[in-house]
């Protein structure tokens, strides 16, 4: 069964750190596009940064850039985001899913052919 498991997430003030992590069962994570995503209260999913399978470059939004890290850990199959200097604007829904294509900056909508996790709760208040 094929499964993304995330972790990680938590109550933090702001400029403070956190690093979540998505871990995989079932398949490779280093054979997909393994992305990061967060819904804000009230707000659509957006993504929020990407890790390419084919040559491992990665993609962060905008408003992450210089903030947060994407990366693999392919023995233990897991792709994590390490979030640093949060702000209260990074509260949410974190989830990770592997899908055909890398999007950062934009609303996703779910599709058919990926896998998703069931999110993690990171919020950044004092």
């Known amino acids: 069964q094929l499964q993304l498991v995330e972790s990680g997430g938590g109550l933090v003030q702001p400029g403070g750190s956190l690093r979540l992590s998505c871990a995989a069962s079932?398949?490779?994570?280093?054979?997909?596009?393994i992305g990061w995503f967060r819904q804000a209260p009230g707000k659509e999913r957006e993504g929020v940064s990407c890790?390419?399978?084919?040559?491992?470059?990665?993609y962060y939004a905008d408003s992450v850039k210089g903030r947060f890290t994407i990366s693999r850990d392919n023995a233990k199959n897991t792709v994590y985001l390490q979030m640093n200097n949060l702000k209260p604007e990074d509260t949410g829904v974190y989830h990770c899913?592997?899908?055909?294509?890398?999007?950062?900056?934009?609303?996703?909508?779910?599709?058919?052919?990926?896998?998703w996790g069931q999110g993690t709760q990171v919020t950044v208040s004092s």
């Open positions: 899913a592997a899908r055909d294509f890398c999007v950062v900056g934009k609303v996703v909508e779910p599709l058919g052919s990926d896998y």
């Open positions: 079932g398949f490779t994570l280093d054979d997909s596009n």
């Open positions: 890790i390419r399978s084919s040559d491992g470059s990665t």
